[in-house]
């Protein structure tokens, strides 16, 4: 089965196309889309393109929607088949970035990206509610070399890395935020033990996150987090990786 969709490729380059219908996980919701809204991220992205979206990876625009619940997963209470359902963020914006759709405050003015930043904890807990009945999600256990951008917006395990030595060795006592390229983030390098060479797994910290100034590690690690593909305070585009808290660095 499959449908129609507006999907993006790159700069000035959409098109209306034939697509597999997606399969849901069991905490997923399948909208049948009756009316869907163009907004200024889809034209912003439309008119300027979006990083890590190129002709062989292209994203779906239209992201706010009403419709009828086609299917829902077997972990979901409160919604069912039939239903109609409309799908919008209240003062928030959403939009294709760094590989994945991302949820943040609406951009300022001039800020090429689709969504903006969270500046503090506060701001975070004004906006985002935590469950306390959900189950966890497990992580996809792979190695380095496997990572793909089919990947970005999974949780992700990835085991035998080291932050970068020359990095690492040159600031004494670095923090994973005590260089902070913007008022909002840290980043630093990652890469595989036995390939000190390879492309580097950028960790992304907040300056609020509650690890940001404990001290990176010099010894191999595994590490958790939400895969992204960008620039990352780099010159060109490659793996992101969020860490959620302390609990995911693992040595």
């Not at 449908?3 to 790159?10: D, E, N, P, T, V």
């Not at 919701?29 to 912003?44: P, Q, S, W």
């Not at 975070?124 to 999600?137: G, K, L, M, N, S």
Request: aromatic content about 8%; overall charge negative; some cysteine.
């Amino acid at each position: 089965m499959d449908m129609l969709a507006a999907r993006l490729y790159g700069k000035d380059d959409l098109r209306v196309e034939r697509i597999p219908v997606p399969e849901i996980a069991d905490d997923e919701i399948l909208v049948k889309v009756k009316a869907a809204a163009v907004c200024g991220t889809d034209l912003r992205m439309l008119k300027n393109g979006q990083s890590g979206v190129d002709a062989e990876h292209p994203v779906v625009l239209a992201h706010e929607f009403a419709g009828l619940i086609d299917r829902v997963g077997s972990r979901i209470t409160g919604y069912a088949p039939g239903q109609r359902v409309s799908v919008r963020l209240r003062g928030l914006a959403s939009g294709w970035r760094d590989g994945a759709m991302q949820i943040g405050l609406p951009p300022e003015p001039g800020n090429r990206f689709a969504t903006g930043y969270f500046y503090h904890r506060a701001m975070i807990r004004q906006w985002v509610t935590a469950e306390r009945d959900v189950e966890p999600v497990e992580p996809l256990e792979v190695s380095a070399d496997e990572l793909s951008r089919e990947l970005c917006g999974r949780l992700v395990r990835i085991s035998g890395l080291e932050a970068d030595r020359e990095a690492v060795g040159l600031l004494n006592g670095v923090t994973w935020a005590s260089v902070l390229p913007s008022p909002q983030a840290g980043y630093v390098d990652f890469r595989p033990v036995r390939d000190p060479a390879a492309d580097p797994v950028t960790v992304v910290t907040s300056g609020y996150a509650s690890f940001a100034l404990a001290p990176v590690p010099r010894s191999e690690v595994t590490l958790t987090g939400i895969l992204f593909y960008g620039r990352g305070g780099s010159s060109r585009d490659h793996f992101l990786l969020k860490l959620r808290d302390e609990n995911d660095i693992a040595f």
